[in-house]
């Protein structure tokens, strides 16, 4: 028996192979506004959706279409399966959002405000919309530097947790990190919760003024949250005191070790205290005791170089003490494997080399030689700086040791020939660099 032209593969390969005869006819955007008017005029509707709203008696009654809500969501099709209606309880936020998220199942396209990815994302997450779960996750990854009246990261970080989306409490997490000093200013800090404000204490790349300005914060937070002794004990435990001045009884122990590392010389004070553990290695400070801001204008330009000073050790006892830096940044450095070679060839001409060959690079080394940091080992962090709803946020950290003079991949994938490269503001690199000097135990600690 013959076959229809629409089953038949024969004729689909030749349409698909023909020669230049063969045009593509595209009219999906008509379909998509069909669809839409499917759903907004409830014509040929087959299924109706009631939202109740949790706490209310608000009920909002949506006309739709079996076909598309169970092509989306293997929920849907499940509690549509021999029903035409259905009752839906969602809370207030997810039901203001609930004619969005179905004219979604219908278009493929939504647009997204900062206040509505936490209902939006859990919506996609109770009715398994995969693309949409990726969507608004990935969207909030990207507007973690977005400015908002209330702060939004500790509250998507909080939401990240309750869901267990491990790639998005890291990135929430790194972000609150490096961005610690407009964070315990603003808003936010309030709402952190217990268990984030503990691990935020463990780390050692917080970015901000001092230690001091964390302990205030940290203060703050403990007398309007008023949690049970031995949380508070355990956070200003984690508190690293030798970095600040001594101030409370609370952590008599502490206080006294503080007083101890300032006052006695590094030799005398590593042969009874392990100086190698968190408590004595500094975070990442921006107070010009530990380091300098560099502006470079027009970075791309060519070759820059900058000198600043630094204390040669944490501790009080070495305030008087002061290393040298100068730093190298060029824009176009060349590897090795990629610098100009002289040819063989008859013409012996040079192999040409292009600028976008080269990539950025930046060297931190002393100005005194190593002989003068007898005990003491410094760890270098460079923080890049990018500009977002008109403030300056840490966009990257690189960090390495005395070891080397450079981090191997330092902006590695940004464009400075690019003005409008998300690295420069205003088309300016604004790097921040930090010096951390750590003390050696240099004698068996004793018991």
């Keep these: 028996a013959a076959q229809s032209g629409w089953g038949n593969p024969a004729r689909w390969k030749a349409d698909l192979t023909g020669d230049s005869t063969v045009a593509t006819i595209n009219h999906s955007l008509s379909l998509l506004q069909r669809l839409q008017e499917l759903l907004q005029n409830g014509n040929a509707s087959d299924t109706t959706l009631r939202v109740h709203t949790a706490g209310s008696d608000e009920i909002k009654v949506f006309h739709t279409h079996q076909l598309m809500l169970s092509l989306q969501s293997e929920i849907f099709e499940s509690l549509l399966h021999n029903q035409t209606m259905i009752t839906l309880h969602e809370p207030p936020d997810s039901a203001a959002l609930f004619e969005k998220f179905i004219r979604y199942l219908y278009c493929g396209e939504i647009s997204i405000l900062l206040h509505q990815a936490i209902p939006l994302h859990r919506l996609a997450s109770k009715y398994r919309i995969s693309s949409l779960q990726r969507g608004v996750a990935e969207y909030m990854k990207n507007h973690l530097a977005s400015e908002s009246n209330q702060g939004h990261v500790v509250g998507w ?18 972000f609150l ?21 503990l691990l935020l204490l463990e780390r050692s790349d917080l970015v901000l003024q001092s230690e001091l300005e964390l302990y205030t914060a940290v203060e703050e937070w403990v007398v309007t949250h008023q949690p049970e002794d031995y949380v508070v004990e355990k956070m200003l435990r984690s508190l690293r005191y030798p970095m600040i001045s001594p101030h409370y009884n609370a952590v008599q122990d502490l206080l006294f070790q503080a007083f101890q590392f300032h006052s006695a010389s590094p030799i005398h004070f590593a042969k009874y205290f392990d100086v190698n553990c968190s408590m ?39 305030s008087a003490k002061r290393v040298t830096w100068n730093v190298l940044f060029s824009p176009r450095w060349l590897p090795v494997s990629l610098r100009p070679v002289y040819s063989d060839s008859v013409s012996g001409a040079i192999q040409s080399i292009r600028i976008e060959d080269g990539r950025p690079r930046l060297v931190i080394t002393p100005a005194t030689t190593s002989s003068d940091f007898a005990g003491v080992s410094f760890q270098k962090t460079i923080l890049v700086g990018m500009r977002q709803q008109g403030k300056v946020f840490v966009k ?11 981090v191997a991949d330092f902006l590695v994938h940004a464009d400075l020939q690019k003005r409008t490269s998300e690295y420069l503001i205003d088309n300016s690199l604004h790097l921040h660099i930090i010096i951390k000097p750590v003390y050696h135990s240099l004698i068996k600690i004793k018991k």
């Design 396 to 406: 990257h950290a690189y960090s390495f040791h005395q070891s080397t003079d450079e």
């Design 177 to 197: 990190a490096w961005n610690l000093s407009a964070v315990m200013s603003s808003a936010e800090w309030a709402s952190v919760s217990v268990d984030l404000l």
């Design 157 to 174: 970080y909080h939401y990240a947790v309750r869901i267990g989306d491990e790639a998005l409490q890291e990135s929430c997490l790194q």
């Design 280 to 318: 004595f290695l500094p975070r990442n400070y921006l107070s010009t005791s530990w380091g300098s801001q560099w502006v470079i204008n027009n970075p791309a330009r060519d070759d820059r170089s900058t000198s600043f000073q630094t204390q040669l050790g944490p501790s009080n006892h070495d």
